[in-house]
């Protein structure tokens, strides 16, 4: 057998940091994205005369918020070589905690805390299995995919729970100020935090080299094994936080909320730039990937596009997002680059 040579070790292409800062940052994944999610604006506008309506513009952000919270978790995850497909069962269990409470007589604060609650317990027990016991996440997600949702279609069976607080409609119905959405608004505070975590802490560094080397960076001292628990939780977290804002805004919970989440929320992220292998992506990248999912999906509905054309549309953007970079690697290596 021969020996494997530099070239067939690379995991990604790393390209030269030459020229300006502007020129590096109109040449970079997250402008190409920009550039897309205004062409689509732009035809949106011209396809249908409702698109261009601050109500309608506000009721479009419905369609990406609470994936794209998950989706910013999830991305520090990817970025660090692990991922997680639960996020979407996450929902149903935290929401079913929150129903049944809710048929207790508990109030909003209470339903509140217990749907995040959930969230964050489940986070643990995934970080649990993979960073303490060393199982595949992957694996450990598919199994706890099933084991959460499994649990709330025990619960309820194929009925539904409902009569919750008025005033919990607030976090998934209510408005901060004009348009503006208290999911939205959430939505934007919580991109702007992972954005700080991951691009200006020393936390943010660990989780980018891990993901490029987990075995150099336990022989440079980074606790490998605590950053990716702490990475799980915080995904649970975020799943909870989300099953908040849906059950909110849906106003009753069914063993099916959610269902088919998790493979938008990894769509989101690796069409935001972050690489699939690990150790590259940005969290502006996310931001603007959400944008433009909201946007086509928005779109499509309002020209009455069937919702299974729409999943066959976020199928074959994930195939092409995770295609292309790993096509173009491969011809870069082929001509010398």
Known sequence: MSAATPTDQ????????LGTPLKRALGSWEALLFAVAV?????????????????????????FTEKAMIAFAMALLIIAGEIDLSVAAIIALASTAMGAAAQMGVGAPGL????????LGCGVFNGFLVAVLKLPSIVVTIGTMSLFRGISYIVLGDKAYGNYPADFAYFGQGYVVWVFSF????FLVVAALFAVLLHRTNFGRHVYVIGNNPLAARFSGIPVDRVKFILFVLTGLMSGVAAVCLT????????????????????????????????????????????VMGLVTFGLGLLNVPGIVMSIFIGLLLIVTIALPIVARRLRHSRGL
């Open 112 to 119: 509140v805390a217990i749907g995040i609650s959930v969230g």
């Open 10 to 17: 690379v995991k990604r292409y790393i390209p030269d940091h």
């Open 248 to 291: 909110s805004r849906l106003g009753s919970t069914r063993p099916s909320i959610a269902q088919g989440w998790e493979l938008e929320v990894v769509t989101m992220v690796v069409l935001g730039g972050v690489s699939i292998l690990g150790g590259a992506g940005t969290i502006a990248g996310v931001l603007i990937a959400a944008f």
């Open 39 to 63: 062409a689509i604006f732009i035809a949106n506008s011209l396809a249908s005369p409702y698109f261009l309506n601050a109500w309608n513009l506000s009721d479009a952000t419905f369609n």
């Open 183 to 186: 999911e939205f608004v959430l």
